[in-house]
């Protein structure tokens, strides 16, 4: 196991809702990176956060937004949800900084549906 | 064009064959590379990292390229539990993670 936990595992929401979903780092990491996956594909980069700051950000509209706390969890917010937004959903823990290129531990992930 | 390509497969093998897989990525300045193994509704989960002087885990090696930018994978002696998705990933720098849409795997009796 990789100490990386999301929750929920599943959620249903209806188009047009907002959904927070959350994660939990793996004990001395101190960066989180998020990811959209859809069906069939590889993870999309959403945004990444480290010491509660967003570090980049992939090619997502500014309805996804985060952030990031003291204990280095995380959340993921997505606002006015869209059909295409179906997903899973993956969160990703490491020990950054700047220089830093380790590996990632993916937590299991949350399976968002939108209706 | 996608900033990290992999051919998607399927590969479909006979166990007990040796199977190769290949990525390339456009950004030059990456730092770091790694291969990923994904299951059926998981989540990936790291196979290896990819060295420049390339390196081996059991029946598994990886190479990177870095003047063609192209990282592979190869599986000697396929098993049935090797059939996955195995992703490439490159790291542009400061745990800024981009993956390929994965190569998926089948291994049959």
């Known amino acids: 196991e990789t100490g990386v936990t999301q929750s929920p595992t599943h959620l249903i929401k209806t188009r047009g809702q907002q959904v927070t979903l959350r994660c939990s780092s793996q004990?001395?990491?101190?960066?989180v990176s998020w990811y959209q996956q859809a069906l069939g594909q590889g993870p999309q980069f959403i945004f990444q956060?480290?010491?509660?700051?967003?570090?980049g950000r992939g090619n997502f509209p500014p309805r996804f937004s985060g952030l990031q706390f003291p204990n280095y969890s995380s959340e993921l917010n997505v606002n006015a949800l869209e059909l295409d937004d179906s997903a899973l959903y993956l969160c990703?823990?490491?020990?950054?900084?700047?220089?830093?290129?380790?590996?990632?531990?993916f937590g299991q992930g949350t399976r968002l549906t939108v209706v | 064009r996608k900033e990290v390509e992999q051919d998607p497969g399927p590969f479909n093998v006979p166990e007990g064959a040796t199977v190769a897989f290949n990525c390339t990525y456009s950004?030059?300045?990456?730092?770091?590379f790694f291969w990923y193994r994904q299951d059926c509704r998981k989540e990936p989960k790291l196979l290896m990292s990819?060295?420049?002087s390339g390196n081996e885990d059991g029946r598994f090696t990886a190479q990177l390229n870095r003047a063609s930018q192209y990282i592979s994978l190869l599986i000697r002696d396929s098993k049935l539990s090797d059939s996955a998705t195995y992703l490439c990933?490159?790291?542009?720098?400061?745990?800024?993670?981009?993956f390929g849409a994965g190569t998926r795997l089948t291994v049959k009796p």
């Open positions: 004990s001395g990491h101190n960066t």
């Open positions: 950004n030059s300045a990456s730092q770091s």
């Open positions: 990703a823990s490491s020990l950054g900084g700047q220089g830093m290129n380790t590996e990632a531990f």
């Open positions: 990819v060295y420049s």
């Open positions: 990933a490159v790291n542009r720098g400061s745990n800024d993670m981009r």
């Open positions: 956060y480290y010491r509660e700051e967003e570090n």
